[in-house]
């Protein structure tokens, strides 16, 4: 099936700060997902990415789907106590939705 | 509230019970799903349903049996587990099956299992 890897695994910010995870794919992907998960929590949808060097904002995240539809990015600016958790790329192949390993974010006050 | 409701939120068992995990979604989605999200762990795919009927079973041992008498409600039936299967189980549903753009995945707050 398809496959991503997610960097980085960890990051640790002071509040602030930015942050950005990249997700790669050896192969062309359709679309991506993305979707965020709080410490005891459940993962969330957060948006889907279509068409190639997509950009897409919600509030202080940025998404970007890269020109040849390889790889993806979110961008989070001046980092809050409430972006803590980690955040997921997922990818369609068929009928299966195939997750990232995830980047866990620390954000510290 | 999700949308979609799992119970019991937490489970013990031991390796020789038969124990089941149930979901049951209320926004009307075609597809369902079950996740296994392990400690260092990517969310791994266990089993995907469309309209009632299977269509992927991700390699899973037999000792997990999923079941989904209706489009509203999915089950994944335990029995002689092993300790490495102790993890948080996730249902999902979505409008379409996710072969479909614009299908995300809406999840329930999971059943996290420990087999002793």
């Known amino acids: 099936g398809q496959q991503v890897m997610q960097i980085p695994q960890y990051q640790h910010v002071q509040e602030g700060e930015d942050f950005t995870t990249y997700c790669n794919s050896s192969t062309t992907l359709s679309n991506i997902q993305w979707y965020k998960q709080r410490p005891g929590g459940h993962p969330v949808f957060l948006i889907q990415?279509?068409?190639?060097?997509e950009v897409k904002k919600q509030k202080r995240l940025t998404f970007q789907f890269g020109e040849a539809k390889k790889n993806s990015s979110l961008h989070i600016t001046a980092t809050q106590t409430t972006d803590v958790g980690t955040y997921f790329c997922a990818v369609t192949s068929g009928s299966r939705l195939t997750f990232g390993e995830g980047t866990q974010l620390t954000v510290n006050p | 509230e999700t949308g979609v409701t799992q119970t019991p939120r937490h489970l013990v068992m031991g390796m020789t019970n038969k124990k089941s995990l149930k979901c049951e979604q209320h926004l009307g989605h075609n597809a369902m799903y079950w996740y296994k999200q392990s400690a260092k762990k990517p969310l791994e795919l266990m089993f995907v349903y469309s309209l009632e009927e299977r269509v992927e079973n991700n390699s899973v041992p037999s000792r997990f049996s999923p079941e989904c008498p209706n489009s509203s409600h999915l089950f994944l039936h335990l029995h002689t587990l092993q300790p490495e299967d102790s993890a948080l189980y996730l249902c999902a549903s979505s409008p379409q099956p996710v072969s479909s753009y614009n299908s995300p995945l809406h999840f329930g707050n999971g059943t996290r299992l420990t087999v002793t």
């Open positions: 990415l279509v068409k190639s060097g």
